[in-house]
């Protein structure tokens, strides 16, 4: 069965500090890996996606994710946060098709402070 | 880029009554869109997968009955919460699959239930 894991349910940061979210998948097929983030109210903005190539992708916002098949993880990371940086991140798992749903993690509430 | 918007971003009803939740792809056909489930401060729920022409798909423990999915066009799924309770409150989304197979999710609508 897909699943995704986030074990972190809030993490606490001053600003300026790095920032690493940490994400594990189980997926029976190549998965798709997305992050996104969600403030509070709002809708999704995708932060970044790994469809296949280099392990290492560069988002919006300064983040950035690597992928490591052998560990099945897709961790975010941010090497220096801003208080506006501070909602709720969701790490996704799905594959490339247009009858498949994404599963999300349980999501990692970052709060950031001075 | 693709975009999914949802109307209305927000509702408030008395119990009892019907709420209609429309999810449109703006720049490209959509032959399948995702509805999701959002609780406070939990992660994205899949409802079920609204097809179009054909029913859709429930995910289990969600009441057809009660969460009425139509896909009528290849850019509109409707979801229709039908005599809704205030347990019905949240978050909604709806998603969607792009032209190149990335998934689009909509602004969300949150319905609050007196």
């Known amino acids: 069965a897909q699943s995704v894991t986030q074990p972190d349910i809030h993490i606490t940061v001053s600003e300026g500090a790095s920032l690493e979210l940490r994400c594990n998948y189980s997926y029976g097929a190549t998965p798709y890996l997305f992050w996104y983030v969600q403030s509070p109210g709002q809708g999704l903005q995708l932060l970044l996606k790994y469809f296949s190539g280099d392990t290492l992708v560069q988002g919006i916002k300064g983040f950035e994710a690597e992928f490591k098949r052998s560990q099945s993880s897709f961790n975010l990371r941010k090497p220096s946060v801003h208080w506006s940086d501070a909602a709720e991140y969701f790490c996704a798992v799905g594959r490339f098709s247009g009858n498949t749903p994404l599963v999300f993690g349980k999501g990692t509430r970052l709060s950031v402070i001075a | ?114």
Not at chain 2, 26 to 36: E, I, K, N, S
């Open chain 2, 1 to 114: 880029g693709a975009v999914v918007s949802q109307h209305p971003s927000w509702v408030i009803c008395k119990s009892g009554t019907s709420v209609k939740i429309e999810c449109r792809s703006l720049d490209f056909q959509a032959t399948t869109m995702f509805w999701y489930r959002q609780f406070p401060k939990q992660s994205l729920m899949l409802m079920a997968t609204s097809n179009e022409g054909s029913k859709a798909t429930y995910e289990q423990g969600v009441e057809k009955d009660k969460f009425l999915i139509n896909h009528a066009s290849l850019t509109l799924s409707t979801l229709t919460v039908t005599s809704a309770h205030p347990e019905d409150s949240s978050f909604y989304i709806c998603s969607a699959n792009g032209n190149d197979g990335e998934l689009f999710f909509g602004e969300g609508s949150r319905l609050t239930v007196l």
